[in-house]
């Protein structure tokens, strides 16, 4: 079996379909996805549709890149964290890609989500582009490794991947190692430990080869799984072994 450890069940280019790409889902052998809020609207439905969907769970929290929202406070975060079947923070992070500073708020909110996270017990999920110098200072400074959590759809070099391990992360891998031209994204995809891994979709976006551009959804993680085994000279068994167990342990999700 394998898990989609990261996608956005609630954006309208998968729930136009939920029956389907949930069907095509399983028909794929993915028997398990966290979906995952990236707004305040999402807060409630990534939970509901959690509790909706057997093998779904959920992960709630506000994207760093989200300017059309109010400013989720530690007491919002942690009364949403205690719904049945959320099992992490997030996604939460730094983005210096999209914005441009001042970006004191974008810290601070981060901030926010790591003490939410180590006040409810549950490890985070982390977004970072153009700012893992700064995301990895944060995490230190606010003691993310009491939680730990994954570093979703990792695009940063090995030292990165390394500081993040060091801090009890896991590095999670999206459709993004099946690009050619990601060489050495590929290249850093196949030095990570077996028991650091995971694999995710990022559904809607970022649709692996053969069908980029399109819109991606769960089921597709059997291509970023085959990329990995391939990349890892591992089979593909092993790598759907490694990563499954690898969720289980760090979601304290029950097989
Ligand atoms: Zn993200
Ligand atoms: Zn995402």
Redesign the pocket.
């Known amino acids: 079996m394998l898990i989609d450890s990261?996608c956005?069940f609630c954006f309208p280019e998968l729930q136009t379909d939920v029956q389907g790409v949930l069907s095509r889902m399983r028909a794929a052998g993915v028997g398990m996805a966290l979906n995952?809020s990236?707004s305040t609207r999402d807060l409630v439905q990534v939970v509901q549709f959690a509790q909706e969907h057997e093998g779904i769970f959920a992960s709630v929290g506000i994207h760093p890149d989200n300017t059309q929202t109010d400013e989720p406070d530690l007491a919002t975060l942690l009364a949403h964290s205690r719904a049945d079947k959320v099992v992490a923070i997030g996604?939460t992070g730094l983005d210096y890609f999209r914005l441009r500073e001042p970006l004191e708020w974008q810290r601070a909110r981060f901030r926010t989500h790591i003490r939410a996270a180590r006040e409810a017990g549950k490890p985070l999920v982390v977004?970072t582009r153009a700012a893992a110098q700064d995301t990895l200072r944060i995490l230190r400074e606010e003691r993310a490794q009491d939680v730990g959590g994954v570093m979703?759809?990792f695009t940063e070099d090995a030292d990165v991947a390394r500081a993040a391990m060091d801090l009890g992360f896991f590095i999670s891998f999206s459709g993004i190692i099946t690009f050619k031209s990601a060489r050495s994204l590929r290249e850093v995809a196949a030095l990570i430990p077996d028991d650091r891994i995971l694999v995710e979709t990022?559904a809607p976006y970022l649709a692996p080869v053969p069908h980029r551009g399109k819109t991606n959804e769960p089921a597709w993680v059997r291509h970023v799984a085959s990329t990995l085994a391939e990349l890892r000279k591992q089979s593909f068994e092993q790598v759907c072994e490694h990563t499954s167990n690898n969720f289980y342990g760090l979601f304290k999700v029950l097989r």
């Open positions: 990261h956005h995952i990236t996604e977004h979703h759809c990022d």
